[in-house]
């Protein structure tokens, strides 16, 4: 017999084996105990509550409790219930035993470029937001949802984008989607509808992005690079490509915002081949010493698809992304996704869509701006002092910098890193297999820590440094 019971106490699934209901009754009940399926402590139905999900006599039930007590599986006490006993741990091993090899700690500082300062996240404008979003919610954003995304936040996004980044952005030319690599991954199948056999990508940037595009059955040659951007003008020699992939506004990791000439480039490129321009908008919004880049998008949003996230601007753990698409581009996006919006949580896109509309994203992107700024200028001065012979550049924007190293010594400067208890990578980490070897450099993420870890990694990177 093979039952459930779904009343005050546990939820449990009990099979009920043996000559009779009783016996089945604490063989299941010693099972669920046993292997932890039932914690210590657990409440248990009433008999009577028990009885009437089984379909057995209430004494039964109530005889099978008296006897797991008196066994010690269970305890009963007047008010509190018959629960699971909480039994005595396993013994430790002996002495002479093999003891486990302890794990291994983790750094205590981090600047991994990638990531804001976490600890920086609004949650009280953040939580009134949500509260304000979902009391005006409809009910029908409770449903499976329109594969485009909730039509509020892809309205307040038309807005923010025109006026903050230049993007040509009508609200039915976007797509909400769970973040970058989940648009790259929506694309990947869209290009392979369209034949493109290769996309072109940056000589530096991220593995994940380039492997996704190769597991949709493309290649990925890589751009020249140089201290103007990425080489736009040798994609005519680029005879596979019908695609490319940059970050024009602050490539990732060199830092450089691509040259004027070299966005003309890219853009009569593709008008010249029906080729598409992937832009990748990572951290456009932070910017310090420099007039704001504008979106490439703004210069043909026929043969730009843009991307944008909320991972840098507040956090990759919210998973949302947006993607601004040529017209005739919008129902094969929506083709690749799916009928309906399996990934996306309409409660958090309403809840952007109001942290947007009520000016909060733009005060946040604001007072972020200024912190991370401080914290540039404290890294600059840094070095200057105690690290004078290292050049650093990439700073005019973004959440990270590039600190150049003598040749050679890269790899010997992470490892001098990791005795200092911090965590760093290479700008090696982001070439591409097909890219010339470069010069030796650290890219610094100095948005990563928060504010009570800045110091100690900062005197930890100047302590590692040649």
Same mark, same amino acid.
């Given at each position: 017999?093979?039952?459930?019971?779904?009343?005050?106490?546990?939820?449990?699934?009990?099979?009920?084996?043996?000559? =009779?209901?009783?016996?089945?009754?604490?063989?299941?009940?010693?099972?669920?105990?046993?292997?932890?399926?039932?914690?210590?402590?657990?409440?248990?139905?009433?008999?009577?509550?028990?009885?009437?999900?089984? +379909?057995?006599?209430?004494?039964?039930?109530?005889?099978?409790?008296?006897?797991?007590?008196? $066994?010690?599986?269970?305890?009963?006490?007047?008010?509190?219930?018959?629960?699971?006993?909480?039994?005595? &741990?396993?013994?430790?091993?002996?002495?002479?035993?093999?003891?486990?090899?302890?794990?291994?700690?983790?750094?205590?500082?981090?600047?991994?470029? =990638?990531?804001?300062?976490?600890?920086?996240?609004?949650?009280?404008?953040?939580?009134?937001?949500?509260? !304000?979003?979902?009391? #005006?919610?409809?009910?029908?954003?409770?449903?499976? =949802?329109?594969?485009?995304?909730?039509?509020?936040?892809?309205?307040? %996004?038309?807005?923010?984008?025109?006026?903050?980044?230049?993007?040509?952005?009508?609200?039915? !030319?976007?797509?909400?989607?769970? +973040?970058?690599?989940?648009?790259?991954?929506?694309?990947?199948?869209?290009?392979?509808?369209?034949?493109?056999?290769?996309?072109?990508?940056?000589?530096?940037?991220?593995?994940?992005?380039?492997?996704? %595009?190769?597991?949709?059955?493309?290649?990925?040659? *890589?751009?020249?690079?140089? &201290?103007?951007?990425?080489?736009?003008?040798?994609?005519?020699?680029?005879?596979?490509?019908?695609?490319?992939?940059?970050?024009?506004?602050?490539?990732?990791?060199? =830092?450089?915002?691509?040259?004027?000439?070299?966005?003309? *480039?890219?853009?009569?490129? *593709?008008?010249?081949?029906?080729?598409?321009?992937?832009?990748?908008?990572?951290?456009?919004?932070?910017?310090?010493?420099?007039?704001?880049?504008?979106?490439?998008?703004?210069?043909?949003?026929?043969?730009?698809?843009?991307?944008?996230?909320?991972?840098?601007?507040?956090?990759?753990?919210?998973?949302?992304?947006?993607?601004? %698409?040529? $017209?005739?581009?919008?129902?094969?996006?929506? &083709?690749?996704?799916?009928?309906?919006?399996?990934?996306?949580?309409?409660?958090?896109?309403?809840?952007?869509?109001?942290?947007?509309?009520?000016?909060?994203?733009?005060?946040?992107?604001?007072?972020?701006?200024?912190?991370?700024?401080?914290?540039?200028?404290?890294?600059?001065?840094?070095?200057? $002092? !105690?690290?004078?012979?290292?050049?650093?550049?990439?700073?005019?924007?973004?959440?990270?910098?590039?600190?150049?190293?003598?040749?050679?010594?890269?790899?010997?400067?992470?490892?001098? #890193? #990791?005795?200092?208890?911090?965590?760093? &990578? +290479?700008?090696?980490?982001?070439?591409?297999?097909?890219?010339?070897?470069? !010069?030796? *450099?650290?890219?610094?993420?100095?948005?990563?820590?928060?504010?009570?870890?800045?110091?100690?990694?900062?005197?930890?990177?100047?302590?590692?440094?040649?």
């Amino acid at each position: 017999m093979t039952d459930h019971w779904a009343t005050f106490g546990a939820d449990l699934h009990l099979e009920l084996r043996g000559s =009779g209901l009783r016996t089945g009754l604490m063989d299941a009940l010693r099972e669920a105990a046993r292997s932890g399926r039932l914690a210590p402590g657990t409440r248990l139905p009433s008999s009577r509550s028990l009885a009437a999900d089984l +379909g057995i006599a209430r004494n039964t039930v109530a005889d099978a409790y008296a006897e797991l007590v008196a $066994e010690g599986w269970l305890t009963a006490q007047q008010g509190s219930g018959t629960r699971v006993a909480r039994r005595a &741990e396993p013994r430790k091993a002996a002495a002479g035993a093999v003891r486990a090899r302890p794990a291994r700690r983790g750094p205590q500082y981090s600047l991994m470029a =990638g990531s804001p300062d976490l600890a920086s996240f609004p949650r009280a404008q953040w939580l009134k937001a949500a509260r !304000r979003a979902l009391t #005006a919610a409809p009910h029908e954003a409770f449903g499976y =949802g329109d594969p485009r995304g909730r039509i509020e936040l892809r309205t307040v %996004l038309a807005d923010y984008l025109a006026r903050a980044r230049g993007v040509y952005a009508d609200p039915q !030319r976007i797509v909400i989607c769970s +973040g970058f690599v989940h648009g790259l991954m929506l694309l990947g199948k869209m290009l392979r509808r369209r034949r493109v056999r290769e996309v072109a990508v940056e000589s530096y940037g991220l593995d994940v992005h380039w492997n996704l %595009l190769t597991e949709a059955g493309m290649r990925t040659p *890589a751009l020249p690079f140089d &201290e103007l951007g990425s080489r736009t003008d040798e994609l005519v020699a680029m005879r596979g490509a019908g695609a490319v992939l940059l970050t024009p506004a602050h490539q990732f990791p060199m =830092g450089a915002a691509l040259h004027p000439d070299r966005r003309a *480039a890219a853009v009569d490129w *593709a008008r010249g081949t029906g080729g598409l321009i992937l832009e990748d908008d990572y951290d456009g919004e932070f910017r310090y010493d420099r007039q704001p880049v504008g979106a490439l998008q703004g210069l043909d949003p026929d043969r730009v698809v843009y991307l944008g996230t909320a991972s840098k601007s507040l956090a990759p753990g919210l998973r949302l992304g947006w993607m601004v %698409l040529p $017209e005739d581009l919008v129902g094969q996006a929506l &083709e690749a996704k799916g009928t309906v919006d399996w990934v996306s949580s309409a409660l958090d896109q309403l809840t952007l869509a109001e942290f947007i509309a009520s000016g909060e994203y733009d005060r946040h992107v604001r007072g972020m701006r200024l912190r991370y700024r401080r914290r540039r200028d404290q890294l600059v001065r840094a070095l200057a $002092e !105690r690290a004078p012979d290292i050049r650093v550049s990439g700073i005019a924007a973004g959440l990270h910098a590039v600190l150049e190293l003598p040749p050679g010594t890269e790899q010997s400067v992470i490892q001098a #890193a #990791a005795w200092q208890g911090l965590a760093v &990578e +290479g700008v090696s980490r982001y070439r591409h297999k097909d890219a010339p070897r470069g !010069r030796d *450099a650290l890219v610094v993420g100095y948005a990563t820590p928060a504010d009570s870890g800045w110091v100690g990694a900062l005197d930890a990177l100047c302590r590692a440094l040649p």
